[in-house]
Structures are given as structure tokens and as C-alpha cells.
């Protein structure tokens, strides 16, 4: 009897120490300072489009993920080494350079510094964009009656180490609903691809709704790729726009995209393998990049909200 007293006198003893341990327990709040940090550079230039990118500071791996935006960095904006003019801040962290917009074929450079920190540079060249020759539509039910929009695109592959990739947006008008007290408003928003065939299956990288890959496989010949939409993007309005993008980029945005996508797999399992994510930014962190385009436009009749 005498025995099992001593053990469960042990045992009780042993809770309330763990309990005594852990009770003791503190979070620490980090405070780094900004000379140890440094300038994040992140922009994804277009031509005809405003030159602008976001300027933000870099996390210590013990700080919650948040952003911490720059607002007082000096960052200037060169067009093949040509001084273009110091960027305007706005809000959230981007920064603008007013009246400027990218060309193709045009390299540009930005520049970023601020008081106390390391300096911070990134370059990128806009390249030309590669026509879509076809674009089929059909129409698959799936499951459940659910419908799927399948969009096969077809272009040429110029020589040459190229990186694609390819992507969605849909128009529709919410609101109306004949009364005059709900005017509709014009909605222009992304869509998720879904990939259809072995060859995106294999190599494609689906990172935000955008379908990324390589012509490692098929450099220098022609090339049709199918992604599908589902009927969800059919259901916000009675017209909808779809508007499918085969996308031209540099290398740099492929390996940030692919690395970026390993990342954010990998954030929440703890028995993955840290994943460093690919930055072209010198002195600092980000990516700068630039993509160019080709497009074609469909519309289709939704079965959502008749006007």
C-alpha cells in the first residue's frame, strides 16, 4: 500500500511541477531593428502599363507574417540606364513614377534607399509577347452537372530558353436587378485555371490561379495547351467576358513563382524542408519582373442574376 502512496505522491508531484513550469512560460516580443533588416522590391512590370512597384521590410523568422510597409525610401527609376525621375509614393507601399509606362524591349531599373539601411536594386526587361495562333472552346459536364469551359490554346514556340505562362479574367455586371436604387456595377476579377492535359499535370506550377511551365520540352516547335474553367464564373451575371492570356515572362518570375508556390506548401507542415524563396533583388529582397501578352476575348451567356 505504502508503495502506491509513494507513487502517487510522485506523480501528483510531477503534474504540478509541469504545471508550475508552464505557468512561468513568457512571450517575448521581438523588436528588430531597421538596420538589420532590409528593402523587399516587389513589382511585376507590363507594357503600356504604369510602372509601379511595393516597397516593404523584411521579417525576422520569430515575427508574425504581416507586412510592414515603406513609406520614406528615395526610389528612383531608370529606363537603359537612364535617370526617368524619382518614384511618387501612394499608399500601402507602392510606389509610381507618373505619366511612365513600360515598352517592350526596354530594360528598367530600380533603385531603393533608405536612411540607416542597405540599398537595395532590381532590373528587369520587358520581352516581346508570343501570339496565340488558335484558341478552341468546348464545353465538358461533370459531376453533379457541373460544366466546364475548356479553352486549348495553340502557339509557336520561338528558339530559345522561354518561359510561359497562362492566365484568366472575368467581366460581368453585378447589381441592376430592375430597380433603379441598385444601379450594376462592372466587376473585372481573376479566375482559377484548372490544368487539363499530361503536359501542365507533369510540368506546369499553379501559383495564384495562374499556370506556369517551362519549353524545356518543346523548344523551337509548336505548342497546344489546355486549361478549363469551372461554371462558377458563369453564375455572377447573365453575360460574362472571359478573357484568357498566354503570358511571356523572364525566368526570374518562373523560378520566384515555382519557389513561392514550394513555400507556401510547405508553410504549415512540420516535417517539410525549408523552402528558400528565389529574389533577384540586390542588397535586399523581392522579386522584379515583367511579363508581356497575347490575349482573346469570349463571351458567354451566365445563368446568374438576369437583368
Known sequence: MKLFQNIGNSLIFSILLIVSVSSCEKIIPIDLPDQDRKIVINGLLAPDSLVNVNLSLS??????????????????????????????????????????????GEEYRITATKAGMASAEATTTIQSPVSILTLDTTHEILDYGQQLVNFKITFD?????????????????????????????????????????????EEGVNYRGSIYFSDRLFEGASKSIEVGVSDYALTFSDTVWITIRLEKIEEAYYLYAISSQAYYEAHSNPFSEPVKVFTNVNGGFGILSSRSFSERKFIFWGTGYPR
Open 157 to 201: 514556340d520561338p528558339v530559345g530558353k522561354d518561359y510561359y505562362g497562362i492566365s484568366a479574367e472575368m467581366t460581368y455586371d453585378f447589381g441592376g436587378f430592375d430597380d433603379p436604387g441598385f444601379p450594376s456595377e462592372r466587376i473585372t476579377t481573376s479566375v482559377y485555371l484548372s490544368d487539363l492535359d499530361a503536359f501542365l499535370e
Open 59 to 104: 521579417l525576422s523568422v520569430l515575427e508574425p507574417d504581416s507586412f510592414l510597409y515603406l513609406s520614406d525610401a528615395e526610389v528612383d527609376l531608370y529606363r537603359d540606364n537612364e535617370l526617368l525621375g524619382r518614384m511618387v509614393y501612394d499608399s500601402v507601399g507602392f510606389y509610381s513614377l507618373p505619366g511612365v509606362r513600360a515598352a517592350v
